[in-house]
C-alpha cells in the first residue's frame, strides 16, 4: 500500500477490551478507526479496512 497513515489518537471505552485506534491518510481528511491492543495490529487492521474499502484507488483518482 502506498498510502502512509498517521496516527490521530489513541483512547479506550471504559468495559472493552483494547484500545481504538484512530488514523488518519496522510495528504487527506479521511479518518480510519480501528480496535485492537497494539499500535502494530491496528495498523495492519487499518490496512486491511483501506484496501477492503479500496480506499486507494479513490485517493489517487483525487489527486491526480
Given amino acids: 500500500m502506498s498510502l502512509e497513515l498517521e496516527l490521530v489518537d489513541v483512547y479506550?471505552?471504559?468495559?472493552?477490551?483494547?484500545?481504538?485506534?484512530?488514523?488518519?491518510i496522510k495528504g487527506t481528511k479521511i479518518y480510519v478507526n480501528v480496535l485492537a491492543t497494539t499500535v502494530e495490529d491496528a495498523?495492519?487492521?487499518?490496512?486491511?479496512?483501506?484496501?477492503?474499502?479500496?480506499?486507494?484507488?479513490?485517493?489517487?483518482?483525487?489527486?491526480?
Avoid at 487492521?45 to 485517493?59: H, S
Fill in 43 to 64: 495498523v495492519e487492521k487499518a490496512k486491511e479496512l483501506i484496501k477492503q474499502l479500496e480506499l486507494e484507488k479513490y485517493v489517487k483518482l483525487s489527486k491526480s
Fill in 12 to 24: 479506550r471505552y471504559e468495559g472493552f477490551v483494547g484500545k481504538r485506534f484512530r488514523f488518519r
